[in-house]
RNA sequence: GGAGAAAUGGCAGAGCGGUCGAAUGCGACGGUCUUGAAAACCGCUGUCCGGGCAACUGGACCGGGGGUUCGAAUCCCUCUUUCUCCGCCA
């Protein structure tokens, strides 16, 4: 979340931005200035009446120890004042810490300045394309169809043992699944990110810290009788390593990378958007995770880029690279690049990938910071990206590499299928 | 799951209910010495919220929450976590 001394100091600026992501409740900047200003005032009267106590209560140490009773029982009348007041003061500052908790919590993150206007997906920029769109027959085969006729995931099996959304891998394409797990971890740690493996329930804590909770309950698979939540990513778990950490400059950069299975309740999804790999309620997904200084991040952030185009080039999809619009982009992002492969057989750009620098919105609600130069703490900035997320990967290498003989397993994942055609 | 013990600053570890934001040691940082380093010596060393240009200053924090008291790191309740023992177990 933004921090409430930067609304104070920057108020034409949050409005302006926040209306570029299409955030309509403007007036809650006003308030988040209103109560802030309220919680000063109240905190320094509490403060002041606190002091006060403090004092009394040694006075009445030491006139205690002098033997003068009755002048130590006049000073506790006064105490049992100022603490029934502080007691009303301390409750009055409780609430209004709440209050401004509460708007705080739902005001989305700036956007960058490159960031474009726009409502929807069709306003996104792409900045890049790359790869060669592969020629198909008219009668090429959707990936549902080839993953039958080759037996290599079956959906009906999934929803038999769970429900729609839970398909399961056999044979070559369970092979398949691990041969990109391997291939994207391996090329992640080439790069110079640590491998980790975290836990994939996390509490309540770690979803508030990157940003789901509140705001996406319901998107999330909830473990009630322990109060856990099962990670739509990685980068819960990951990012929230670092919750109430303070690193030094010269840890920067933090790299980190991570392969989970991912949870997603994606409500209210229907239509030949879903159909196949296309969106799953449980898929596998190779997540990065950056944290660095603010003065570096947005280099980070192309560096990351790089990474994710690096994955697709080398498994020869064509792609492109998006910079999200205002209207497109997550709550938590200040520039988000998106990746798409394009889908031969459903003819179509199918999201493989996101990559976004969160500045330091997910850092403030994570109490992530760091020492600078001059030994003050100050905000990190915490970054992520998809390097990459399966299932769509999968939808394209099957559907542009199908030939009449089989479907062609790009060069670079050969090492790790050991077979060369499905 | 059952029984017991514990939780203090970056780490280790002290702390008769007032003089404790907290001894001491280590570490880190700054300095003296040295060609350089080590050793030695000196100094400094938490976070957050206010006020102040600043020096500085008020408040809060000793696992979380609540209570007793004029006053709580210290006493009480509760939750969480860790350790030891027992049981179960991939």
Not at 139 to 156: S, T
Not at 292 to 321: C, G, Q, W
Request: net charge neutral.
């Amino acid at each position: 979340m933004l921090t409430v001394k930067f609304i104070q100091e920057n108020k034409v600026k949050v409005i302006e931005k926040l209306t570029v992501k299409n955030f309509k409740q403007l007036e809650l900047i006003d308030q988040v200035i209103e109560l802030d200003n309220k919680r000063k005032t109240v905190q320094s009267e509490l403060d002041n009446q606190l002091a006060e106590a403090n004092n009394l209560a040694k006075q009445i140490g030491a006139l205690m120890k002098e033997g003068k009773q009755t002048e130590a029982s006049s000073a506790k009348e006064k105490t049992a004042k100022l603490k029934e007041s502080t007691r009303e003061l301390g409750l009055h500052l409780e609430t209004i810490e709440k209050e401004l908790n509460k708007i705080l919590v739902v005001i989305p993150n700036l956007p960058h300045e490159s960031v474009p206007v726009g409502k929807g997906a069709d306003d996104n920029q792409v900045v890049k394309t790359g790869g060669t769109m592969p020629e198909m027959e008219s009668d090429a085969a959707p990936h549902w169809d080839l993953a039958k006729k080759y037996d290599l995931i079956d959906f009906e099996l999934g929803v038999k043992i769970t429900g729609a959304g839970f398909p399961v891998y056999k044979g070559k394409g369970a092979k398949l699944q691990r041969a990109l797990i391997n291939f994207f971890l391996d090329e992640a740690e080439k790069a110079g990110f640590t491998e980790v493996q975290p836990p994939i329930l996390v509490n309540e804590d770690s979803g508030f810290g990157t940003g789901q909770l509140p705001d996406k309950e319901g998107q999330m698979y909830y473990v009630g009788i322990d109060n856990l939540y099962l990670v739509p990513t990685a980068e819960v778990p990951v990012t929230n390593i670092f919750r109430d950490v303070i690193l030094n400059a010269s840890d920067f950069p933090v790299k980190y990378t991570a392969y989970t299975p991912c949870f997603r309740r994606e409500a209210g999804s229907y239509g030949k958007d879903v159909r196949g790999l296309n969106r799953l309620h449980q898929f596998d997904k190779v997540e990065i995770v950056c944290i660095d200084n603010p003065e570096n991040s947005y280099k980070t952030l192309e560096i990351m880029v790089k990474h994710v185009e690096n994955l697709v080039s080398k498994l020869e999809l064509p792609y492109r690279i998006l910079r999200l619009c205002g209207g497109d982009m997550g709550f938590t992002s200040s520039l988000t690049y998106d990746f798409e492969v394009y889908s031969a057989a459903q003819k179509k750009w199918l999201e493989v990938s996101s990559v976004s620098n969160f500045e330091s919105f997910q850092a403030n609600r994570l109490k992530l910071r760091f020492r600078d130069a001059d030994k003050k703490t100050q905000l990190a900035h915490t970054l992520n990206g998809s390097a990459l997320a399966l299932p769509r990967i999968v939808a394209a290498i099957l559907e542009n590499n199908q030939t009449p003989g089989g479907i062609k397993i790009p060069k670079v994942l050969v090492p790790y299928t050991k077979f060369e055609m499905i």
